[in-house]
């Protein structure tokens, strides 16, 4: 699943003296804001800088390599906490142990778009950031692009493709013996669609769209891959 956020603050803590820690965690979290203002390409160490309330060495003495280590270390830390909130949705509402009745399947799933789908006003800068991503994939160093890639949005996929494979072993899905695609499919057809149509909740959609696209997402799911 990847290392969360509270794990990785307990191994600096034994590692990194605490004010050095205290400082590191600043600027991290004065770059997440932006960073998801400007994007990457605009964002100026000396603006992150003076965000953070340092000075441009102290910037690069936490992150030696400068704008894209921080960038980095900024999207890793935002895509650990919105990961993990996905997860746990996933686990509350699609439980591989017990599985709904056939007729609720498409009630659970709702929820679960529902619930993904939710994260974008709760995260906002999260989002934003996502959002710069992949208006400037060009611009963005191909390592940081695989870091966000493996913290977040990867994990989740594998998660939901295996809890899709549990609801084929209950007999209510047919992933066609590609449980990941139909993960793709249902990320695609429900949720994708209002942060596209929202664009990562910048304008966001009136409930009444918003509810339409996101049963008549999983409707379509469902009619692809319903048992």
């Known amino acids: 699943m990847g290392v ?10 034994r590692e990194i003296p ?13 770059a997440c804001g932006v960073f998801g ?48 909130a996905q997860l746990a949705r996933l686990h509350a509402l699609l439980d591989p142990e017990r599985p709904p009745h056939p007729d609720l399947l498409e009630r659970d799933l709702v929820a679960l778009a529902y619930a ?11 989002f934003a950031l996502v959002r710069h991503i992949h208006a400037e994939a060009g611009h963005v160093p191909a390592d940081v692009m695989a870091a966000w890639q493996q913290a977040g ?5 594998d998660a939901l493709a295996e809890a899709l494979a549990g609801l084929a072993d209950a007999g209510l899905l047919d992933v ?11 990320v695609a057809l429900s949720s994708a669609t209002i942060v596209q149509r929202s664009h990562y909740g910048v304008v966001p959609l009136p409930k009444e769209e918003s509810d339409r696209l996101l049963q008549g997402g999983v409707a379509a799911f469902l009619r692809a891959y319903r048992a």
């Open 116 to 126: 993904f789908t939710d994260l974008i006003a709760e995260y906002p800068d999260h």
């Open 18 to 30: 605490p004010r050095k820690l205290e400082k590191q965690l600043a600027v991290v979290r004065a």
């Open 4 to 13: 969360t956020n509270e794990a990785w603050i307990e191994r600096a803590r």
């Open 153 to 157: 949005p990867a994990p989740v996929t």
């Open 176 to 186: 066609h013996g590609d449980a990941p695609l139909a993960a793709v499919h249902f």
């Open 37 to 84: 203002r400007e994007g990457y390409a605009r964002a100026s160490v000396d603006a992150l800088a003076a965000a953070a309330g340092v000075s441009t060495r102290t910037v690069y003495n936490h992150f030696p390599g400068g704008k894209a280590e921080l960038f980095r270390t900024v999207i890793t830390w935002t895509a650990n906490t919105v990961r993990d």
